[in-house]
Every structure is written in structure tokens, then in C-alpha cells.
């Protein structure tokens, strides 16, 4: 690995994390007179907001993903280095990698989120999150597998565990991935089984607070619900899950706690910080917020280390509103842009203005034709609203990637009411259908896992 | 599971394999009164002539995949079990999975090769080779991997250990795996690299016969190898690979012996058939060649079992020609209809002709605009065979599942010389990249093999 600092004089930036916040940072410094190296584990960057596409079939890795390589290929000043940043030395200002080391003059790190069980991680193993390509190809997995599964049970209170599926969390995630599981039992996958019938599934979607989609206007809420209930969703609020066990999930409403015998259970409920929030807290100081979000200054710097920004979902911003920006994709691409031009204008001496989000609306998508879009001034439903879905995901996959033939495929199942990535892989057989073989993720860290 | 044998009269035939000769049997049978199962281990059929273009990047899996329940959706006499076979009772007509066990009156193998390393089946976890989607996603792994470490690589022997890509067997797949990785080398990646030039990378095509594509006429193999050193293949025939070890390659020519660094070796050398052949010869005493094929009667039944019946792959069809019919996706469909309308005939007391091949030609892609076509009357090479190649190739995979999508990705791949399919998946980080991380399949059955 060559070290652009030990070249020349010209300021060495390094991002770590190409999700949205460090890829918009990168473009924007493409024409700049830095030295740039963008670092990530993966060769890629990934769509985040259609990774439930993936898990239940309609889409593959390959058409959310762009390679970093590939989507930065016109900066010249730019080099992608892959590999996971393990320590941060801000005083010499050095980064480590394993036994390597490679220094910076400044510093964005946009490492992200992934999942929180809130203390109760062995239940990773049984309710996986959404969070990777890995993640959704284990979901699709479980997903069409429990179809397999039920359609070969003979005993009816199994098969009916193995129609069931729970989803934990009433956010975007989680009404997105119940909306598409209600649309695989009930239209695409209704016609493909002879012992089963798929419309009998139950979707549950459970949600701890008195609606779903807390952040968006309550009214959104209420479209959301009933949406979600048409399409055979049963979505229960007030919902607190106290256990996951293989097989069951205990859920709490109120006083009365009861069992739910369920086969699939797919974990849409919290995230925390990437680990290097904490090195960040632990070197310089700089406080963390409860779910390990580093707490930023103005303009994304952190305290005492004007050259440290940083940005996406591991920033907890606060100075604009009465609570935190979200942790969303606008944010994280805002947030890129701001830092890359506040680089640009300390280079020539220009003064700084602080970061300013401009909130263009949220949107979750429900099914085809169903969608609830907030944009402040005006709120969408139905299919005006998904179209506004459907059309401001297009604009930024292509403008990536040109990925044109997502759009094909959406619109091919969409009038075929067809899942083409219905895939059940990663295992060679399927010899009986479990947990275990319908599989963990190979890097799955709990030992307790069988192969 | 239900088993239609105890439903009423109606015949059970029973096909296990959902390849293109069980796929084309069943969807023969969907119009004929009989009861019908199908069974595989996948929930899909898998297109294998284009899976080393999800070995290189160039579409998805799900691409060239067919769920086996859409494609078998209009028969309404069938059902499709996700299971494997594990045994054969040919007397009392009944098949084993695991504990529970399935009878027929009609049975059709139809469970294909796998891959063989002529007794050294250590070899596999270094050199992988192509039959599932779970192997190419681990070839497109260890390729892009390959290019990834190299970068980093300050020390030039070892990046050029990285930059060696050896391919073993020099038949259509090695042929086709060698042109792509060269496309990937000198022109797809050719920009993408700070450290590293890509087009110096070694693509080595090794072959033990006198030419590549043996079964070919002798002036298109010396066309494919005249294409292949174009694209920047250097071909080596009468070459024999006597070792394989983490690293390197051992080859012999003639009485000289040499050591070849590299750290991607891929393995497109020997197939043997599928476990059931065995099985089936210990049950019935039927012959099986050296690859464990069986030896088919001229209607592709087996000696004293009428209503066993033996097709694609897995059985060795002799009663034509002086060479057994190869192992080609032509055949495999042929012969999966004549069995199909054997049965139909026999139940409408027709009589039966011995199965005929009819021989359309082979064919092999080289590169973008280079291809090879044999159709014994005539021969065709350069831009006209690769049209006939991708026509060909588009024709069966619209028949099944209307992928019009991958037309489309080829298309766009054609124009941008992109590939999109080009992630790294499977790990959740690439801390170092070395042979352990860059992976093996989730099945590989070697215990030597770190995860």
C-alpha cells in the first residue's frame, strides 16, 4: 500500500465508509487538490434503502450494489483501498489496519450503523436484522424456505409456525419487509404449492410504541396500518417482545404476555453505532450518545479535532431541531456534500457556514401501489405516494450507476406480479429444513450457531 | 408430504432432478394423465451455460436461475418437493429421503455430474470449480479478491502470485472462464487500479489433450486459441497439472516439471456423475462407465427395470455413434422429452422407437465478438458465431422464464464494457486477503479448510 502523505505536500483526506454520507464526500472531492483514499470492507457500495427488496426476492445483490472502483473510476485523485479500519491514533494522526498504518491530514469517517438487540444479542442468530447483503440473502433464505418447510409439514400446528412470520419493528424497514412477505403469501407464491395455502400465512408486524412509523404525522401512521391490514398484514402497536427463542416469540401488550409459535422472525427494531464511534470517544473524548452515535459540532467536526468529521449515521447531529437528524440516507448524502465543500473552502481560505439539513420529505413504501410520503408541506398516500417512491429511488440508483435494468425488473414484476430472485442458495442441499440449515451468515460472531 | 401413489390409480411418475433433462420431462408430462413429482434439492433450475458469467461478474445469480415452482406453475398434474434423494428400493418402487420415503411407477433420474479431481480431491478447496451458484459466487470472490490483494501487495513477487489466474481443462468452461477473466484484466478493470496494472496479469489456460475443445473439429479449437491469445490468454496444451497447493501449481510438459505461482486457480478439468448412479448400480446390478455414468438401454431405461429410466448427464448413452453422447445441455433436453412421450405413448399403448439424437452443433464463447460454432455442416468463428451463441443462448433462457432481463444486462454490459455483478459478497470484511477469507462454499466439505 502505497501512502500518498510520504508523496508530496498536497493534503492527504481519508474516508472511511463508502455508504452514502462517505461516496457523496468522495464524488465531491473528485476535482479537489487533496489526495483522497476512500477505505471500506466491502468492494461496494450498497442501496441500503432496497436491501428488503433483496430479502424477499425481487431484486439481486448485484443490482443495489455499484462498485466503489467502478462509481469513483473519474476521480483521479482518488485511490479505494479495501479494508477495515481498526484503531484511530487523532494526536499522530494515523489509522490502522491490522499491522498496517496509513496517515491523514484530515479525516471523515462514515462507518454507519448495524443492529442492536438491546442486550439481548443471542437473539441474532434467530431473528436476523437488514443491514447487509449477507443479511437479506439469509432472510430470503428463511423466507422461501419456511414456504418449503410448511408445504412439506404434515402436522398442522408446525406447518402453521412455519407460516408465520414476525416482524420486529414498525419503522420503514419492518412495514417495507411485511408489506412484500404479505404480497409474496397472498399474490405471487399463491398458486406455486399444492399441500399449502400460502394466503392462510399470518404477517405480523409488532411495533413497541401506539403506532407505526413513529417519526411520520400520525395520520401516515393510520394510512400506513390500514394499508398494511389490506394486504393481510396484522399489525399489532403497543407490542413489546420479551423473548425470542427457535421457534417462538413471546410478545407483551399491556399486562398480558403470550407465546406466538413462529418459524420466521426477522429483526427490524434497533440500531447502534459502528465500533469506531466508541475508538473515536475513547481517544478524544468526544461524547457518544446511548446508541454510540458520535455527538458533532456544527460543522460535523467533532471537539478539539477540527480535522475529524463525522457523518451519516454514526453523527448524531444536534444543532437543528429539537432532536437528532435521522438516520437516513438524505442526511448521510447531505452531510457528505457539506463536509467535501467545507474541505474545499478551507483550501482556499473562504469561510464556513454551518451544516444545514434540508428535510425533503420521508417515504415508506407499503406494496405495489401503496406508499405513505411525507414532505412537510403536503402528504401523499396510495399510489401517488408510491409512484413518488418508485421515481425517487430510480433517480438515485441511476444517478450512481445507471442501474437501468432495476427498473426493468421492477416493472417486469410488477405486471407479472412475478419474484425472480427467489433463490434459496448458500447451502448446497435443503435435506430437512431447520434453522440451522436454512442457515446463519458465515461470519455470523455467536459460536452458539450449528453449521 | 402427501404421496399420490395412495391417492388412487393414476400412475406416479417421479423425476428426481430439475436440470434440463428433468425440466423437460416434467414440463412434457403436465398435459398427461399421470400424477407427477418433482424433486430437487433447489428451489431452482440453474441455466449452467451461463453460469461462468456469474463466476466473472457478468449477470446475477437469480439471472439465470428459474424457480422451479413458476416454471412448472401451468402443470397442474404436479407437485415439486425441496428435497434429496439418499436411496432407491428399485423392487418395491419406492425413493428415500432421509426418514421418509416416496413410491413411484415410473422413475426418471436425471441428477447430473459434479465436479472430479481424478483422486485428489484435496485439491478442491484450492482450485474450485463451476457447477453450482455457490461455486461461481466463490470463483467471483477469489477473481475480483485476487485483483483487490494485488493492489495492496508492495512485494512483486507475491502481486504477481496474485495477478497469476490459472485455469485447469481446457473444454468449454476453461475456455470460456479463461476469455472472460481476460476481458476482465485488459479492459473491464483496466482503469480501476492505482497500484496495480491490470492487463499485466497472467491468464494461463491449461490443457492436457494436443489442442483446447478436444471434441471440436481441429481448425476451431486453433480458432479459439487464436481468439484467446488476442484477448490475452496464454493457451498451453499437452500440459498436465501433477500438484496443487495454496499458492502454486505444479505443471508437467513432456519430461519437464515447472512450479507456477498463483493464487487463483479455477477448475474446469472432470466431472463424475452424481451419487445415485452408484446407487443405483449396487441396486440393479446396471453397468456404470469410469465416471459412475449409467449405462442406458437404447430408451434410455436400464437393463431389466422398464419403468426405470436414466437421462442427461448421468447416463451414458452408447447406441449412437462411437462415443457415448456428451454431457451438453442439447442432449439432456432431448432426451427428457423422449422419455416424456415414452411414457405418454405407453399409456395410450402405442409403440416405441429407440431415442435419436439430433446433433444442432456445439458451441463455445471466447470473448465479446469472438465465439466458435460447430454444426457439422458448417463452422463458424468471430462476430457471426458469437451472434449465434448469444441468440442461441437468449432462445432457452426466454423459453423457461422470459429472463429478458439478462438480454438487457448483456446489452448494457456489451456497450459500457461494464460488469456489474462484480461484488465481493459472502464475508462480512476482507481484513487480509488470503485464500481463508476469500472463501469457501458454505458446503466445501473439507475439514482442512480455515473459515
Known amino acids: 500500500m502505497v501512502d500518498p502523505k510520504t508523496q508530496d505536500s498536497i493534503p492527504h483526506v481519508v474516508i472511511v465508509g463508502g455508504g452514502f454520507g462517505g461516496l457523496y464526500a468522495a464524488q465531491a472531492l473528485g476535482n479537489a487538490p487533496v489526495k483522497l483514499t476512500l477505505i471500506d470492507k466491502r468492494n461496494f457500495h450498497l442501496f441500503q434503502p432496497l436491501l428488503y427488496q433483496v430479502a424477499t426476492g425481487i431484486v439481486s445483490p448485484a443490482d443495489i450494489s455499484s462498485p466503489l472502483r467502478l462509481v469513483l473510476n473519474n476521480n483521479k485523485n482518488t485511490q479505494v483501498l479495501l479494508d477495515r479500519v481498526t484503531d484511530i491514533d487523532p494526536d499522530r494522526q494515523l489509522l490502522t489496519f491490522g499491522d498496517r498504518t496509513l496517515s491523514y491530514d484530515t479525516l471523515i469517517l462514515a462507518t454507519g450503523v448495524k443492529h442492536h438487540y438491546f442486550g439481548n444479542e443471542q437473539w441474532q442468530s434467530i431473528a436476523p436484522g437488514l443491514k447487509t447483503i449477507e443479511d437479506a440473502l439469509l432472510m430470503r433464505r428463511r423466507i422461501y424456505g419456511a414456504f418449503e418447510a410448511a408445504e412439506k409439514e404434515t402436522n398442522p400446528e408446525k406447518r402453521k409456525a412455519w407460516l408465520t412470520f414476525v416482524i420486529v419493528g414498525g419503522g420503514p424497514t419492518g412495514v417495507e419487509l411485511a408489506g412484500a412477505i404479505a404480497e409474496l403469501a397472498h399474490s405471487v407464491l399463491k398458486n406455486d404449492f399444492h399441500h399449502i395455502d400460502t394466503t392462510e400465512a399470518e404477517i405480523l408486524l409488532l411495533e413497541g410504541m401506539d403506532r407505526i412509523l413513529p417519526p411520520y404525522a400520525p395520520e401516515l401512521s393510520a394510512r400506513a396500518e390500514s394499508d398494511l391490514t389490506d394486504l ?220
Open 232 to 451: 393481510g398484514v396484522n399489525v399489532q402497536t403497543k407490542t413489546l417482545v420479551t423473548n425470542v427463542t427457535e421457534g417462538a416469540v413471546t410478545v407483551r401488550q399491556g399486562d398480558t404476555e403470550k407465546l406466538v409459535p413462529a418459524r420466521t422472525i426477522l429483526w427490524a427494531a434497533g440500531v447502534k453505532a459502528s465500533s469506531l464511534g466508541k475508538v473515536l470517544n475513547e481517544k478524544t473524548g468526544v461524547p457518544i450518545d446511548r446508541a454510540g452515535r458520535v455527538i458533532v459540532e456544527n460543522n460535523l467536526s467533532i471537539a478539539g479535532y477540527p480535522n475529524i468529521f463525522v457523518i451519516g449515521d454514526l453523527a448524531s447531529f444536534n444543532h437543528q431541531g429539537d432532536r437528532p437528524l435521522p438516520g437516513v440516507a438524505p442526511v448521510a448524502m447531505q452531510e457528505g456534500k457539506y463536509v467535501a465543500k467545507w474541505i474545499k473552502d478551507e483550501l482556499c481560505g473562504r469561510t464556513h457556514a454551518p451544516f444545514c439539513y434540508h428535510d425533503a420529505g420521508s417515504l415508506a413504501v407499503i406494496g405495489d401501489n401503496a406508499a405513505v410520503v411525507d414532505l412537510g408541506w403536503m402528504k401523499l398516500t396510495g399510489i401517488i405516494a408510491w409512484l413518488t417512491w418508485v421515481f425517487a429511488h430510480i433517480y438515485y440508483l441511476i444517478e450512481f450507476d445507471n442501474k437501468l435494468v432495476v427498473m426493468l425488473q421492477w416493472g417486469w414484476n410488477y405486471f407479472t406480479r412475478g419474484r425472480g430472485a427467489r433463490l434459496i442458495t448458500g447451502e448446497d442441499s435443503l435435506l430437512t429444513i431447520t434453522p440451522e440449515n436454512l442457515g446463519t451468515k458465515e461470519d455470523l460472531p455467536l459460536p452458539a450457531v450449528k453449521r
